[in-house]
């Protein structure tokens, strides 16, 4: 069956490509990716196989957040190009038969931006109430115990209103103030922008954090029994943001937009939820909330265990029967991957596992820039670092610079053909080793079994749109088995670093064809499986 053939929304099950624009390609030779770059590269993102493009952030800022603190929303910024050039990408991608979704960060906004500018000057202009506002203690310190993931408290206070301000991230980042019909109209209005330009869809940042707390009460304290490494290791990983986000009334948020979406055909929104991956049922699926949603299961994890693998899948979808899930393991915020659960300065055969795993879990597929070439993280020196998480904390923690150097296209090229100046972050050698053009040349390159693999989950319905059914495996191996009407396939895949013999919990007699991912070593006699290290075995039944 072909799987273009069944009747199904165009998001589910599909590939999602993300692009980080400032590290794609640069075209103007100011070190800086930008929209024509972009544009000049959609040939070779067609050859991937995806379904959709989705580009963070290219509105103007002042790029302290790089992108995420937005200036002005219906604008593109003067380094990434014009809206000419935007327009032409949507032209481009639709030609090429794909969709093209873009991010919004509604939640906040840079502090340049009007409203806010106009927001501090005083507490009864048109403006005054766009932003989250309050009164000190009676001791002059903040009205609750919000603390940022950037660090610190999440209020600064303000000279001249004489209050302080609420930003759940960086101090020029200042929340808007959702309890505003007038903010939320005009933010309604930003989606019909761009929705009217021909944009497909939107990934929207931090999406649980809309709503605050109109009570601004203290979030409470994680119990010291759930506690772990990770989150001692972080202090706003100490309490429950319950009230500072994740409030039940952002489900509210949640329906404006998809109402948004429902004005428009065939349009898509998902959001990124973090702290508290329990709200995922509250803000995405169903009629009226957005579309799909991810969780940081496995963008935190640094374990490839099976079990660890099947709770990130189960702990935000298991339970969730009207959710289509929507899976990624890299994105511009962590830790690659391929370094995650392999370390060192690359690992292909893991980088070909991860990527077969991927493409064959239930849901839509986000995948970032450069994991189709299996870049490792990119270990950066203290006068490179760019992200202000990594100005904090350094050098215990680098930030998120490592996973947003810019992509590496041709090996022998200054700046791995990047660009022709020195790029806004470093490209290391073990970067330029794996460039395109290196792996264009090579069949049994990780770009070569990404394509293979992507191609695979598109002629399969069951790998699209069946249903996930994990088996009992000993121990490395990971086993499901993926449904969809008459056909079935199954998928074995030993995450060890060892070879091993294994009794295949199937009748292998049903065995229509071996799928053949060309991922390590297999043999199979009868029912008994020899899998070589990071090897796949797959079979439609």
Not at 118 to 144: H, M, R
């Amino acid at each position: 069956m072909n799987i273009q053939n069944i009747t199904a929304p165009w998001w589910q099950g599909a590939v999602v490509y993300q692009i980080y624009p400032r590290s794609y390609r640069d075209s103007n030779g100011d070190g800086i990716g930008d929209l024509k770059g972009i544009e000049e590269r959609l040939d070779y993102i067609a050859t991937l196989g995806v379904d959709a493009i989705w580009l963070s952030p290219f509105y103007p800022s002042p790029n302290r957040d790089f992108g995420y603190d937005v200036s002005d929303y219906c604008a593109v910024a003067p380094d990434m190009g014009t809206m000419e050039d935007f327009d032409r990408i949507v032209t481009g991608v639709h030609e090429r038969g794909m969709k093209l979704i873009i991010d919004l960060v509604l939640s906040h906004t840079s502090e340049e931006h009007e409203w806010f500018q106009k927001s501090q000057l005083s507490d009864d202009n048109d403006k005054s109430d766009w932003y989250v506002w309050a009164d000190a203690k009676e001791d002059g310190t903040p009205p609750t115990n919000w603390l940022s993931p950037f660090g610190g408290t999440t209020w600064s206070w303000h000279p001249l209103r004489r209050k302080y301000y609420f930003h759940k991230f960086l101090k020029s980042q200042p929340k808007l103030n959702f309890h505003n019909p007038d903010v939320v109209d005009a933010l309604m209005d930003v989606l019909r922008f761009w929705l009217d330009r021909g944009v497909d869809g939107f990934r929207l940042d931090v999406a649980n954090s809309y709503v605050h707390d109109l009570e601004l009460r203290d979030n409470p304290p994680v119990p010291m029994d759930e506690r772990t490494l990770f989150d001692w290791g972080h202090a706003p990983r100490l309490q429950r943001h319950i009230h500072d986000s994740n409030t039940r009334e952002n489900e509210e948020a949640m329906k404006r937009v998809r109402a948004v979406m429902d004005e428009y055909n065939d349009r898509f929104a998902f959001g990124e939820f973090s702290e508290e991956p329990s709200m995922l049922e509250l803000y995405a699926g169903g009629p009226e909330l957005l579309h799909t949603g991810y969780t940081f299961h496995f963008l935190e994890s640094w374990d490839l265990s099976p079990a660890t693998v099947e709770a990130n899948y189960q702990a935000p979808f298991g339970g969730h029967a009207e959710l289509f899930p929507c899976v990624t393991f890299s994105n511009h915020d962590f830790v690659r991957p391929v370094t995650r659960w392999g370390g060192g300065l690359g690992d292909d055969p893991l980088a070909m596992l991860m990527m077969t795993l991927l493409m064959t879990l239930r849901g839509t597929v986000l995948m970032y820039q450069g994991e189709e070439l299996g870049l490792p993280e990119t270990d950066l020196a203290h006068e490179d670092i760019r992200d202000p998480v990594g100005e904090l904390y350094f050098p215990w923690v680098k930030g998120r610079d490592g996973c947003r150097t810019p992509m590496p296209w041709q090996a022998m090229a200054d700046h791995a053909g990047f660009s022709k100046v020195k790029p806004w972050l470093p490209i290391p050698e073990y970067h330029s080793i794996r460039a395109h053009d290196m792996q264009e040349r090579e069949s049994d390159s990780v770009l070569a079994h990404s394509r293979r693999i992507i191609a695979l989950r598109k002629a399969h319905p069951a790998l699209r749109l069946g249903t996930i059914h994990f088996m009992k495996m000993p121990d490395p191996v990971l086993g499901f088995e993926r449904v969809h009407e008459n056909e079935k396939i199954v998928c074995f895949f030993n995450l060890g670093r060892e070879e091993l013999r294994i009794t295949l919990p199937i009748d292998t007699s049903q065995i229509v064809e071996e799928l053949n991912v060309r991922t390590g070593l297999v043999q199979r006699e009868g029912n008994e499986l020899l899998m070589g290290p990071r090897s796949v075995f797959m079979a439609r039944l």
